[in-house]
């Protein structure tokens, strides 16, 4: 008789499961006589050992072992049998009560995928970001490439000011006593990059070679040393140097110092300006994609598998004590991170995870290989040797792999876009750029 599925609640199902004890002692019988054929047991040939030994050391490893296969087994029939996709892994409980005998009962809990509804795709309200280039975004990124290249020339009665590299000697002490990393000597930083905590940079401002100065400084309750973070300490400073900076002129010298072999200051700017296009295409192409998910999420509202949103959420765990050890933070493997910081949001995850997928299957959305080599060659561009770049990508089937899947969203995002309410929204190149 077929074990009938109970459904718990939402998506959790529960089935009873019983094997045959009788089935399961002969297979460990079986196995314990092939283990018997070659197992060596101290004072006996190879082989000749009896089989009563042979269970007590081997009998209840290979019984745990089948009981776990004759489950197993069991339970796939019933799950393919009632034609249900498991999420996760099931969970097994032996049962003593009402169990027949000879037999053996076990209750598996388990969650399945559920019933995706896509929803009505016109009726989303999406947002779909559009910028242009100009001529003062390129001036400007020019300008930023010049100041990357600076030299700096030391002026004697210059007051300090942003873009400036000062060279200054510091002592900083906690409570009259000095720490770990709070003194130095000539040492150099370019004004207004944000290297230096903030407190720090205001104070150097407006400072001559020559000048010494004393204030507090209170550091960041997050800062990376655990020492002085959430103190205040005392800093004196004395500025050796300040050093103006010089950029290099727009030439054929300055051309070819930004791989322009020709030294063609017209090509270069030409290169800058194509280069900018494809950043500001991708993240534009970002941006209305984040519209995109954002409406497919707010439109559903089906039931996702806890079991999968506790991976995910395991998952950004660990890769956020990886981000830690990248930073330097000490400590990073036992720094507490709850887990239930991440569940909301790998909530969505799984949910538009499931939605996208049902939208591939229902709409034909999957990735073509003429658009997988097409973005592969695109994003090719941003490298001095393209054709190596596209070789590279189309022969490790992982790194195709992860355009495919890039491609795919693409598709989803332009399905979409075909069938929802649409406006179209400019959006300003520094607010793109993330620069403002």
Same mark, same amino acid.
């Given at each position: 008789? !077929?074990?009938?599925?109970?459904?718990? /609640?939402?998506?959790?199902?529960?089935?009873?499961?019983?094997?045959?004890?009788?089935?399961?002692?002969? !297979?460990?019988?079986? *196995?314990?006589?092939?283990?018997? @054929?070659?197992?060596?047991?101290?004072?006996?040939?190879?082989?000749?050992?009896?089989?009563?030994?042979?269970?007590?050391?081997?009998?209840?490893?290979? @019984?745990?072992?089948?009981?776990?296969?004759?489950?197993?087994?069991?339970?796939?029939?019933?799950?393919?049998?009632?034609?249900? @996709?498991?999420?996760?892994?099931?969970?097994?409980?032996?049962?003593?009560?009402?169990?027949?005998?000879?037999?053996?009962?076990?209750?598996?809990?388990?969650?399945?995928?559920?019933?995706?509804?896509?929803? &009505?795709?016109?009726?989303?309200?999406?947002?779909?970001?559009?910028? &242009?280039?100009?001529?003062?975004?390129?001036?400007?990124?020019? &300008?930023?490439?010049?100041?990357?290249?600076?030299?700096?020339?030391?002026?004697?009665?210059?007051?300090?000011?942003?873009?400036?590299?000062?060279?200054? &000697?510091?002592? =900083?002490?906690?409570?009259?006593?000095?720490?770990?990393?709070?003194?130095?000597?000539?040492?150099?930083?370019?004004?207004?990059?944000?290297?230096?905590?903030?407190?720090?940079?205001?104070?150097?401002?407006?400072? #001559?070679?020559?000048?010494?100065?004393?204030?507090?400084?209170?550091?960041?309750?997050?800062? =990376? %040393?655990?020492?002085?973070?959430?103190?205040?300490?005392?800093?004196?400073?004395?500025?050796?140097?300040?050093?103006?900076?010089?950029?290099?002129?727009?030439?054929?010298?300055?051309?070819?110092?930004?791989? !322009?072999?020709?030294?063609?200051?017209? #090509?270069?700017?030409?290169?800058?300006?194509?280069?900018?296009?494809?950043? +500001?295409?991708?993240?534009?192409?970002?941006?209305?994609?984040?519209?995109?998910?954002?409406?497919?999420?707010?439109? %559903?509202?089906?039931?996702?598998?806890?079991?999968?949103?506790?991976?995910?959420? !395991?998952?950004?765990?660990?890769?956020?004590?990886?981000?830690? #050890? *990248? @930073?330097?933070?000490?400590?990073?493997? /036992?720094?507490?991170?709850?887990?239930?910081?991440?569940?909301?949001? /790998?909530?969505?995850?799984?949910?538009?995870?499931?939605?996208? %997928?049902?939208?591939?299957?229902?709409?034909?959305?999957?990735? #073509?290989?003429?658009?997988?080599?097409?973005?592969?060659?695109?994003?090719?561009?941003?490298?001095?040797?393209?054709?190596?770049?596209?070789?590279?990508?189309? /022969?490790?089937? *992982?790194?195709?792999?992860?355009?495919?899947? +890039?491609?795919?969203?693409?598709?989803?995002?332009?399905?979409?876009?075909?069938?929802?309410?649409?406006?179209?929204?400019?959006?300003?190149?520094?607010?793109?750029?993330?620069?403002?």
């Amino acid at each position: 008789m !077929q074990p009938e599925v109970e459904i718990l /609640s939402g998506l959790e199902r529960r089935v009873d499961l019983a094997i045959s004890i009788a089935d399961i002692e002969k !297979q460990v019988q079986a *196995q314990l006589k092939r283990v018997a @054929r070659t197992a060596k047991v101290q004072g006996f040939r190879p082989g000749k050992a009896p089989l009563s030994m042979i269970e007590r050391s081997h009998g209840p490893g290979i @019984r745990y072992d089948v009981i776990n296969a004759e489950v197993g087994r069991t339970l796939d029939k019933v799950i393919e049998q009632a034609k249900l @996709r498991v999420a996760g892994t099931p969970n097994l409980e032996p049962k003593s009560e009402g169990v027949d005998e000879g037999t053996m009962a076990f209750s598996a809990t388990f969650e399945v995928y559920p019933e995706v509804q896509v929803p &009505d795709l016109s009726a989303l309200e999406v947002k779909r970001a559009k910028a &242009d280039v100009t001529d003062a975004d390129v001036q400007r990124t020019l &300008d930023i490439l010049r100041k990357q290249r600076a030299a700096y020339e030391p002026r004697e009665d210059r007051a300090a000011e942003d873009d400036d590299r000062v060279t200054l &000697d510091f002592v =900083g002490t906690i409570d009259g006593v000095a720490f770990e990393g709070g003194t130095a000597e000539k040492f150099p930083f370019v004004l207004g990059q944000g290297r230096m905590l903030p407190e720090f940079e205001t104070a150097v401002r407006g400072l #001559k070679a020559g000048d010494t100065k004393t204030f507090p400084l209170t550091f960041p309750e997050e800062y =990376g %040393s655990k020492e002085v973070a959430g103190k205040t300490a005392e800093f004196n400073i004395t500025v050796t140097e300040v050093a103006e900076a010089v950029l290099p002129e727009v030439n054929a010298e300055f051309a070819k110092s930004l791989g !322009q072999a020709e030294g063609d200051v017209e #090509k270069l700017l030409a290169d800058i300006r194509a280069n900018i296009e494809r950043e +500001i295409k991708s993240r534009v192409q970002a941006r209305t994609k984040g519209s995109v998910m954002d409406a497919l999420a707010a439109a %559903s509202t089906f039931d996702v598998p806890k079991a999968l949103v506790e991976n995910d959420a !395991q998952g950004r765990v660990v890769a956020a004590r990886e981000e830690l #050890k *990248q @930073r330097g933070v000490p400590n990073a493997d /036992s720094v507490p991170i709850p887990v239930e910081a991440f569940t909301a949001e /790998s909530e969505r995850r799984v949910r538009l995870g499931l939605l996208v %997928s049902e939208l591939v299957q229902t709409a034909d959305l999957q990735a #073509k290989p003429e658009q997988v080599r097409a973005r592969i060659e695109e994003f090719a561009q941003n490298y001095e040797q393209p054709a190596q770049v596209v070789a590279y990508y189309l /022969s490790d089937r *992982q790194r195709r792999a992860e355009i495919e899947a +890039i491609v795919l969203e693409d598709n989803v995002v332009a399905h979409v876009i075909a069938n929802a309410k649409v406006t179209d929204e400019d959006v300003a190149f520094d607010e793109l750029m993330g620069t403002n």
